[in-house]
């Protein structure tokens, strides 16, 4: 095996990362809060900052979709006279 087939193997939280379509928004935002946090410190190499920036990316839009998502349940909750009801959500245009 040569070193640059080691070399060329990902690195870093790209190869712990898991999927985003399983994970729950509290897993999302804490490793995206990590990312950010590890930004900031200015102490990772250039290439591992793209890669942390783009999985950091994907995270925040995952979370927006999950909050998303909850927000529309949240919306058909409708209180009636016999109590909680769902109703389909009213989208805004």
């Known amino acids: 095996m040569s070193t640059d087939a080691a070399s060329a193997a990902p690195q870093g939280p790209a190869l ?9 928004f509290e897993h999302a935002l804490g ?20 890669r942390m920036y783009e999985r950091g990316a994907a995270l925040k839009s995952h979370c927006e979709a999950k909050l998303k998502d909850a927000q529309l349940k949240v919306e058909q909750i409708v209180l009636g006279p016999d109590g909680p009801k769902l109703e389909p959500a009213k989208l805004e245009r």
């Open 31 to 50: 490793e995206l809060e990590k990312i950010v946090a590890q930004l900031e410190r200015g102490d990772v190499p250039l290439e591992d900052s793209i």
């Open 16 to 24: 712990q990362a898991p999927a985003l379509q399983t994970m729950s």
